[in-house]
């Protein structure tokens, strides 16, 4: 199934149970955008949020201007992966991250990992997230 306001193809075996909030896997051609880990300070290095749900959505924002740069759109996206500091807090505020997720990104939902990690550098950030994108 192509989706059409995007040049990927979602890669999902029919028989598999829908995949909810992600993609198993895209295919797609075009030009590679590959952002480092961003955290959720604001472009002045200040965490303005000092919650989970705050800090995620600063650091969507963060992906989402850097795509900026390169002429892309959250759409574009195609692979993420999100490193969090506490796992009970993340499932906790699945609601609230979800909200942050559509209000910066849409309803576009690339391949993704998440894992829980000891710290990050920064010791006031709780996540951060790398990201690929394929401009078409």
Known sequence: MTDIQTP????HPASWKKAVGYANGLM??????WMGGQIGWTGDQVFEAKDLVGQT???LENIVAILGEAG???EHIVRMTWYVTDKQDYLANLKGIGE???AVMGRHFPAMTMVQVVALIEDEAKVEIEATA???
């Open 72 to 74: 892309g759109r959250p």
């Open 100 to 102: 942050a997720y559509r």
């Open 57 to 59: 959505r600063q650091t």
């Open 8 to 11: 990927h193809q979602l890669l």
């Open 134 to 136: 394929v401009l078409p």
């Open 28 to 33: 797609t051609e075009g030009r590679t955008v």
